[in-house]
């Protein structure tokens, strides 16, 4: 699991993150971004989600890696997020280290 401290700025996604609510999340992370401190994202409180959330992290996770910010998981991906990563194939390529993001073990 991942140690926090003052320097990082936890982002708790948590229940149901869908389609039908994704604005509430992406508004969310958009804020985080605007702060300086590296962003770190608990998603452990996921129970239901789909498509448009694994996008969306792919998408934040990519422009952080673009502007040399670090975005980081609080622990590895399960429960639903995972499930939702092996239907979409997301595990399936490690190209662009999408699998060592999601399936991380965590910082200590």
């Not at 991942?2 to 389609?19: E, G």
């Not at 399960?78 to 073990?105: I, P, T």
Request: glycine fraction near 6%.
């Amino acid at each position: 699991m991942l140690s926090l401290s003052d320097d990082h700025l936890p982002v708790y996604f948590s229940d149901d993150v869908t389609i039908l609510n994704i604005d509430k999340a992406y508004l969310e992370l958009s804020a985080a971004f605007l702060q300086e401190k590296p962003v770190i994202l608990d998603i452990s409180g996921v129970t239901e989600t789909d498509l448009t959330f694994v996008q969306m992290i792919e998408s934040a996770r990519r422009q952080a890696a673009a502007s040399g910010r670090d975005l980081v998981l609080s622990r590895p991906a399960e429960g639903a997020v995972l499930e939702v990563l092996r239907r979409g194939g997301f595990l399936d390529d490690d190209v662009c280290n999408r699998a060592e993001f999601w399936l991380q073990e965590g910082f200590q």
